[in-house]
């Protein structure tokens, strides 16, 4: 009799635990990724029938279940999938992940080659210089997404991966082994990557060096829903596994590419030094229009066995080998060096050169660093120096050319005359000051100079401060050099017929200008503490600080040692909060800040009651019975979510009370945007 049952219920116990599966997984491609793959209707069938099966099998029951959770709190903490805490899940690799010998020249590749078997068939393609990668796939399904770590155990980051719409979660074929793993780069396009560090400038972050430094640090993000908005990508080159298909390399990637995996156009089979040397000539010019930055070529023994023959040393295979590019270097004339002054007062030493074609564009200003690179190498007005961009934004000078070589002739010149740094800020005289442990030389004049006024402003107008419309970068400058604004209390004392008058500027921009104006005044108490431009204070750290403190007031009489007690404040944060509040231009500032009507306190910020709503975005439309629409506004915040007035793609759902306005329903229904009752939103929240 019990066997007969449990033969009854398995397959419906099998059942319950594909569906929770398949609607976590729904959940997480509908809230993180937006990118639905089931009706509502589908999903809604799908989660009745699993809240049936989970009645009958209560020994099943699983506090993680989709049952259990709604939405987006499912997608971060959910059932199997996602990141929980910090860190991410350690795994032994099944096969090491090595690195690969380098080579430079010609002479090289043909010292690799000729200790191949003379039949070896060589497999070009490009380096992708990003991260590596191991996806573990289980009876077609992605289990893993393995970083490199120390090439024995690498980190889980499988919710991250899982944003590249290029990476198959699951690949339905019965042809494929029941394991198999493929290697390959994670990248984030240089599109995205400019588009990143320009959000992060504006953010006053950090900005990422290069595209590898901003993959890497994308991808050990805890925050998917972060990492599907960067926008990373993949390519994969290596196949592993057991009872593979294929003998050869080559195969095995078109195999891959049937599969549905994203494998480069960029392969070719050479047969010679030749053939391959001209695969390099072609791909070092050609690579310059690919969407991801590659820094070379790898080279592979085509045929599988021969690669087994071959085999590996300690740390590289021996039947593959990278190829490097050089990367991209010229020399050319330093007509002069001058030094521009960072919004902070930092003062850069900046090399102009006599203009020259780098990586397809013309560089004629390159960095100096600071003043000990300068004398480091010696380097003076009238000498040749190289000029390098590489991965970087900014194009540096990394060398010097020989005084003696005929090319700098004209360096000859300036032999004797050392350089040295200038002692007074260029732009406003003030003496320079350089702090200790610091290579950096810093004006310390921030309320009289000139690049330090302006940059304070254009932070304060900024979008994530103050957002002020209508007033940028170049109306800035503009209405300094005309006299209207020398620091961010003026803004608020701009007449619309003083800024009609401009040249450049007319009656509309005037208005726009005091709308913004106007608008800011009404922006909460920790973005202005962020706008205000205290150093080292990013925008987080603003908000925890006005959480702690929130009114200016008590903020402004805390004392650096209370300050610590904030997270993310450190000594050196709270001395630059202690010495803000100690200058007494700052203190007029803020006056008439105060006056103009800025948001000077805040409730404390409300701490979420829950992450429910995390990451949703929600509309209000018509009226309720059982709480107002602000009650329904502040609860969406109390659980993590945001309140928008108006229907978009964005929009995960619109909590619809009676009377809804016609056109919104219209939209919501042209863009698909579920409607949902105030019965169902109090239900979904479990009040
Ligand atoms: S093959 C055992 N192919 O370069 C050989 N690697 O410097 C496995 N890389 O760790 C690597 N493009 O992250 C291979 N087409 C390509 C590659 C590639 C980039 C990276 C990879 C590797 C590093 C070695």
Redesign the pocket.
């Known amino acids: 009799m019990m066997d007969l049952f449990s033969e009854i219920e398995e397959p419906e116990r099998e059942e319950l635990r594909s569906l929770r599966k398949e609607l976590e997984e729904a959940n997480y491609k509908y809230y993180v990724l937006n990118q639905p793959t089931l009706s509502d209707q589908e999903f809604d069938f799908k989660m009745h029938r699993l809240q049936d099966l989970e009645a009958m099998f209560p020994d099943m029951f699983d506090p993680k279940s989709p049952t259990q959770h709604v939405g987006s709190d499912l997608a971060v903490k959910g059932y199997g999938l996602p990141v929980t805490g910090k860190g991410f899940e350690q795994v032994k690799h099944k096969y090491p992940?090595?690195?690969?010998a380098n080579s430079y020249s010609r002479e090289e590749i043909e010292e690799w080659v000729r200790k191949l078997p003379s039949t070896a068939e060589i497999v070009c393609?490009?380096?992708?210089d990003g991260?590596?990668i191991s996806l573990w796939y289980e009876h077609g399904v992605l289990v893993k997404a393995l970083t490199?770590g120390d090439g024995q155990q690498g980190d889980n980051v499988i919710d991250n991966i899982k944003t590249i719409p290029s990476v198959p979660w699951k690949i339905d074929r019965t042809d494929i082994p029941e394991f198999f793993e493929l290697?390959g780069?994670v990248l984030l396009p240089w599109e995205r990557f400019e588009a990143l560090n320009k959000e992060r400038e504006e953010q006053e972050e950090p900005l990422f060096a290069n595209p590898r430094n901003a993959a890497s640090g994308t991808l050990k993000l805890q925050d998917p829903r972060e990492v599907a908005r960067r926008g990373l990508d993949a390519y994969l080159?290596?196949m592993l596994g057991e009872n593979l298909p294929g003998k050869t390399h080559f195969e095995r990637l078109e195999t891959a590419k049937e599969w549905g995996f994203h494998i480069s156009d960029a392969i070719k089979v050479c047969h010679n030094v030749d053939e391959v040397m001209a695969y390099i000539a072609y791909w070092d010019t050609e690579r310059k229009n690919l969407p991801v930055a590659t820094d070379g070529i790898?080279l592979?023994v085509n045929n599988l066995a021969q690669q087994d023959e071959l085999g590996y040393t300690a740390k590289t295979?021996r039947w593959?080998i990278?190829y490097k590019f050089p990367a991209e270097k010229q020399l050319t004339l330093l007509k002069e060096i001058t030094y521009q002054v960072g919004r902070t007062g930092v003062v850069t030493p900046v090399a102009n050169l006599e203009p020259v074609q780098l990586s397809g564009t013309m560089v004629q200003r390159a960095t100096l660093h600071n003043e000990d690179f300068i004398k480091s190498l010696d380097i003076r007005p009238g000498d040749k120096v190289w000029v390098e961009k590489g991965g970087e934004i900014i194009p540096k000078i990394v060398g010097r050319a020989d005084r003696n070589d005929e090319m700098s002739a004209t360096a000859s010149l300036n032999d004797g005359m050392m350089y040295s740094f200038p002692t007074t800020c260029p732009e406003c005289g003030t003496p320079l000051v350089r702090v200790e442990g610091e290579a950096a030389w810093r004006c310390p004049n921030e309320a009289g100079c000139p690049p330090q006024i302006k940059g304070k402003m254009e932070h304060f107008v900024s979008r994530k401060a103050m957002n002020i419309d209508g007033l940028g970068e170049e109306t800035i400058d503009l209405l300094y050099r005309q006299g209207l604004l020398h620091n961010i209390a003026d803004i608020y004392d701009l007449k619309a017929e003083d800024i009609a008058a401009q040249e450049r500027l007319g009656e509309k921009s005037a208005q726009n200008m005091i709308a913004g104006i106007e608008a800011s005044k009404q922006v909460p108490w920790a973005r202005v503490l962020f706008a205000l431009g205290i150093r080292m204070v990013g925008e987080t750290t603003a908000k925890k600080i006005a959480k702690k403190y929130n009114t200016i007031d008590t903020l402004m009489w805390a004392t650096a040692e209370q300050l610590c007690a904030i997270e993310d404040v450190g000594p050196q944060i709270a001395e630059n909060i202690v010495k803000y509040f100690e200058d007494i231009r700052n203190l007029e500032i803020l006056d008439r800040l105060r006056k103009a009507g800025l948001q000077f306190e805040g409730e404390a910020e409300a701490e979420p009651t829950s992450d429910k709503l995390a990451g949703q975005t929600i509309v209000i439309s018509g009226t309720f019975a059982h709480h107002s629409r602000d009650e329904y506004k502040a609860m969406i915040e109390a659980h993590g979510g945001k309140n928008s007035g108006s229907v978009s793609k964005k929009t995960s759902f619109i909590l619809a009370g009676e009377n809804m306005g016609p056109e919104k329903r219209k939209k919501a229904e042209d863009l698909g945007v579920k409607l949902m009752t105030e019965e169902e939103f109090l239900g979904l929240l479990g009040s």
Do not use: D, N
């Open positions: 992940m090595l690195s690969l393609e490009l380096k992708y991260l590596s490199r290697r780069e080159y290596y790898v592979k295979p593959a990278a």
